[in-house]
């Protein structure tokens, strides 16, 4: 069974730039996470879909921060434009359900902004 | 706020020893805590789960208890071994029971 896929898998942009990352999650898996890891400190949620609608999306900064799963498969992360504080390992993850459901999670996408 | 804390400090064992790692939460009791590991450079891989009225879990090398009175989960890795070397994140059900919240993660060395 093929696992969650990224891309790209580093990103080196200047300040104020756009930047947008992909997300294939595993076949069949309803929801899928975008969360963002601060190095030194634990993934942090920005977005959750079930199948092609938002369930929760409180903790992204919707200022700069934008994210799509049109088809409910595939999606995409954009921040524009982007922030030093930005620079974090953006990481995707898909389960099943919502809630109890394990996560499975993608090699995740360095971002570092200069 | 809902919120959960592992030990940022390193821990540093011999191989053959137990490694015992400490997740701490606040407020109300979640139905469930999970146990991730992740190596450098890569995404966490989901090791356990453990519901909030089983007191003891275990995988193999691998236990997780939860104690609801003091509010904490503890995992356990006997005959540690090199290979066992990498971080460990716990994570916690939000009230609503559809969204996750990670510890900062502890890191676990194992020398041999």
């Known amino acids: 069974e093929a696992g969650v896929a990224q891309s790209p898998r580093y990103k080196i942009i200047e300040k104020r730039q756009s930047v947008a990352f992909w997300c294939n999650p595993i076949?069949?898996?309803?929801?899928l996470y975008w969360y963002q890891q601060i190095l030194g400190q634990g993934p942090k949620l920005l977005i959750q879909?079930?199948?092609?609608?938002?369930?929760?999306d409180s903790q992204l900064p919707k200022d700069r921060f934008s994210a799509e799963r049109l088809k409910g498969v595939d999606s995409t992360l954009k921040i524009q434009p982007a922030k030093l504080e930005d620079s974090a390992v953006y990481l995707c993850?898909?389960?099943?359900?919502?809630?109890?459901?394990?996560?499975?999670f993608g090699p995740g996408t360095r971002l570092t902004v200069l | 706020s809902q919120k959960i804390e592992q030990n940022s400090e390193a821990l540093n064992i011999q191989e053959g020893k137990t490694a015992t790692l400490t997740c701490n939460y606040t407020?109300?009791?979640?139905?469930?805590l999970q146990w991730y590991r992740q190596d450098p450079g890569r995404g966490p891989v989901f090791l356990l789960l453990?519901?909030?009225?089983?007191k003891e879990k275990r995988k193999e090398r691998l236990k997780v208890t939860f104690d609801t009175t003091l509010k904490q989960s503890l995992f356990h890795i006997t005959a540690s071994q090199p290979a066992d070397s990498a971080t460990y994140l716990c994570?916690?059900?939000?009230?609503?029971?559809?969204?996750?919240?990670f510890g900062g993660g502890t890191r676990l060395m194992v020398k041999p």
């Open positions: 076949s069949g898996h309803a929801t």
């Open positions: 994570a916690r059900l939000n009230n609503a029971g559809n969204m996750l919240t």
């Open positions: 993850a898909s389960s099943m359900r919502r809630g109890a459901d394990t996560q499975y």
């Open positions: 407020n109300y009791s979640p139905a469930y």
């Open positions: 453990i519901r909030e009225n089983e």
């Open positions: 879909f079930q199948n092609n609608g938002v369930v929760d």
